[in-house]
């Protein structure tokens, strides 16, 4: 008997399609190891085992039929951060500890339409705000290559329900590197797609010229498959594009000879870690042998790009957790955790009069310069790789007392938020038995030829069938 | 890259101000703490007064979407029941709140 928890998210498709398994086994089969190392690795808030039965039941009757939708009958969880009708919604803050969703957001009406089956919410950061899981009010997830180590956030769970397959597929958002960084630490593939490519509607807001809702799976194809159903024009949130949706699995497995991958000198110096970077080169290696074209390349307001980003976003955090005021749902204030209270002050703080021009309106201006960096380099480059991370995953607890230290890993991932380009982060190889991840950057709406080239270098190198020993 | 950490502890945030105009109550510990962090990250944020960007335009939004319209048509919307039903004071189906003009 097959462990129905390793299969990959395209071969449970195919069985499911074949009978070789129904929706209701697979979902069992998850259930089961979610109970058995959810307690230790504390990556579900929220395990919504009658619900996840009924759609799959409600799956297996749609198969029957013949139908074949992209993610029907496969086992998803989701951060929760994502409204989820009738299941408790928390942000993983303790102002919303007792929140009840009374709406589904855009993303998870699709998912449901297209007949995934949900098991739970998934810890993170409260509010989304943390490159480490550490700030969750409801303990911090565990990273299944050593519990002693963070698995990188802000989207924590959703990156571990992977990691440890406890999911088929798992929702994040990213809103500057909140998906990339934990999928580097993690082993699995996470995408940041375009800024309005998938719809932020029902998805709580963090800083809402930056978030991006994204997702994790084992595999290159696996994502492509669950951004086939998310992508695309939400008359509820006008920031998405109305560009038509392709077909995301269509470059995937064509040649990437001649395509050329741009090195930004700027993110392989100073503060890099040299065994990160050993890792990295040889990718890059990879991609040669593939018959890539390496060309170096400059973004030189790289150095600029944090302070831009924790000018931005903290003002618009302080914007959107205003309405929290336990007036119409959730509790007092004063339950705010210490991260999401410094970064409403910040934001206070670079919004308020006197201080507006020389913080906020500067950094708007600086997000300019940070689009031509990139424009630059798109028009030498078809696509651009870059470590996900410039430090290995640090112990928990130790990110807790110096916040700056910790803004500063986010330096690779802030850009593309920045700039609203997409990122697929896969993974790279590994360093003293701790997978490390990369990013590859493309041009707006590029995801297409992003899951191009990352699948040629997951088919080179199958680094994603290793597993953590859990 | 350059130097990244910056270690400058400028005192220049009146923290109780801040608090005030984000409307969150401070300990007397945590006030002391927080002043130090944002000093720090404050500090940090001040290498952008280092580049000159007066002819740089600034970009508030990046998707080159404008006035985006949809049709004006009615929809169902959440009863009131439901929009009240997390709220933790409700009478008649509204919210209770404190006054506001009391006491000014």
Redesign the interface.
């Known amino acids: 008997m097959i462990d129905l928890t390793q299969l990959t998210l395209s071969t449970a498709r195919d069985m499911l399609y074949k009978k070789e398994v129904s929706a209701r086994e697979l979902t069992r089969a998850y259930l089961n190891r979610i109970q058995t190392h959810n307690p230790r690795l504390n990556a579900y808030l929220t395990v919504t085992e009658e619900a996840a039965y009924a759609a799959a039941d409600a799956a297996d009757k749609r198969i029957a039929t013949g139908e074949t939708t992209p993610l029907l009958g496969i086992p998803v969880g989701l951060k929760d951060m994502y409204m989820t009708a009738g299941v408790r919604t928390t942000a993983a803050s303790r102002v919303l500890a007792d929140?009840?969703a009374?709406?589904d957001a855009t993303v998870v009406t699709r998912l449901k339409d297209a007949g995934a089956v949900i098991l739970g919410k998934l810890n993170c950061d409260a509010w989304a705000h943390g490159s480490s899981g550490e700030n969750s009010d409801f303990g911090p997830t565990k990273n299944p290559w050593n519990t002693e180590l963070i698995p990188g956030g802000s989207s924590s769970g959703s990156a571990v329900a992977i990691g440890a397959d406890l999911a088929l597929a798992a929702g994040g958002t990213d809103t500057g590197g909140s998906i990339r960084l934990p999928a580097g630490y993690t082993n699995t593939v996470g995408l940041k797609p375009t800024?309005?490519r998938v719809s932020r509607y029902g998805i709580i807001a963090m800083a809402s010229?930056l978030d991006s809702i994204g997702h994790f799976t084992k595999t290159v194809t696996d994502n492509a498959l669950y951004l086939q159903v998310t992508a695309g024009k939400d008359?509820a949130d006008?920031?998405t594009?109305?560009a038509d949706v392709p077909d995301y699995l269509a470059l995937i497995g064509q040649p990437i000879t001649g395509m050329k991958i741009g090195v930004p000198k700027?993110y392989f110096?100073?503060?890099l870690d040299p065994r990160i970077e050993t890792v990295v080169r040889d990718a890059l290696k990879t991609y040669e042998r593939l018959g890539a074209e390496l060309v170096e390349i400059s973004l030189p307001y790289?150095?600029?790009a944090?302070?831009?980003y924790?000018?931005l976003q903290p003002a618009e955090v302080?914007s959107n957790l205003?309405r929290y005021?336990?007036?119409?749902?959730?509790n007092d204030?004063?339950l705010?955790g210490?991260e999401a209270?410094?970064r409403?002050?910040?934001g206070?703080?670079?919004l308020?009069s006197g201080y507006y021009d020389?913080?906020y309106?500067?950094?708007?201006?600086?997000?300019?310069?940070v689009?031509e960096d990139f424009t630059k380099a798109f028009a030498q480059v078809d696509v651009i790789l870059t470590p996900t991370s410039p430090k290995m995953p640090w112990k928990i607890g130790e990110g807790m007392d110096d916040?700056?230290?910790v803004?500063?890993s986010d330096?690779f991932t802030v850009t593309a938020n920045i700039?609203?380009i997409p990122g697929l982060a896969l993974p790279a190889g590994f360093v003293d038995g701790l997978p490390v991840g990369m990013q590859l950057l493309g041009p707006?709406l590029s995801e297409q030829k992003l899951y191009q080239v990352g699948y040629a270098f997951e088919e080179a190198t199958q680094f994603w069938r290793q597993k953590p020993s859990i | 890259m350059r130097e990244l950490r910056y270690n400058t502890y400028m005192k220049i945030i009146n923290i109780r101000h801040i608090a005030t105009l984000s409307n969150l109550s401070l300990k007397e510990d945590e006030t002391t703490k927080f002043e130090k962090q944002l000093g720090d990250i404050v500090g940090y944020i001040q290498i952008l007064q280092s580049v000159n960007l007066d002819d740089t335009p600034p970009t508030n939004q990046v998707t080159g979407l404008e006035n985006v319209t949809v049709e004006d048509m009615q929809q169902p919307s959440l009863p009131q029941s439901l929009a009240t039903a997390q709220g933790k004071h409700v009478q008649n189906g509204h919210f209770l709140v404190s006054g506001i003009l009391e006491g000014e």
């Open positions: 929140y009840t009374q709406y800024y309005g010229s008359p006008a920031t594009s109305p700027e110096s100073g503060g790289t150095e600029y944090i302070a831009c924790y000018i302080s205003a005021t336990g007036i119409r749902y959730g204030r004063a705010f210490d209270k410094r409403i002050m910040i206070t703080y670079v308020s020389a913080y309106k500067k950094a708007t201006r600086l997000r300019t310069k689009i916040p700056l230290a803004y500063l330096v700039a609203g707006q």
